[in-house]
Nanobody, 115 residues
């Protein structure tokens, strides 16, 4: 069993920064995909950023250049550094761990960008 716990969400003003963290515990494969997704009210969950164990990354166009995903494999932790935040970034952010065919999700953490 694998479980994920996100933290770091909160309220921030437009243009501000926030860093999300996700700690993964349980039986973890050496090679996996970890990432961040977000869900707007009334919408489906969408991809934000993902990262392979080896370091390859993939970002949604909407966050490219502003968000940075990173991993600490020794600590089974993935981070999302969010800079230049916009009100449209307001959403519940979810951490995802995947080693096909298995997928695991965190509980979500709220990020609100507002003045």
């Amino acid at each position: 069993q694998v479980q994920l716990v996100e933290s770091g969400g909160g309220l921030v003003q437009p243009g501000g920064s926030l860093r999300l963290s996700c700690v993964v515990s349980g039986t973890i494969s050496r090679f996996n995909i970890m990432g961040w997704y977000r869900q707007f009210p009334g919408k489906q969950r969408e991809h934000v950023a993902t990262m392979l164990t080896e370091g390859g990354t993939n970002y949604a166009d909407s966050v490219k250049g502003r968000f940075t995903i990173s991993r600490d494999n020794a600590k089974n932790t993935v981070f999302l550094q969010m800079n230049s935040l916009k009100p449209e970034d307001t959403a519940v952010y979810y951490c995802k761990y995947s080693r096909p065919p298995n997928v695991y999700w965190g509980q979500g953490t709220q990020v609100t960008v507002s003045s």
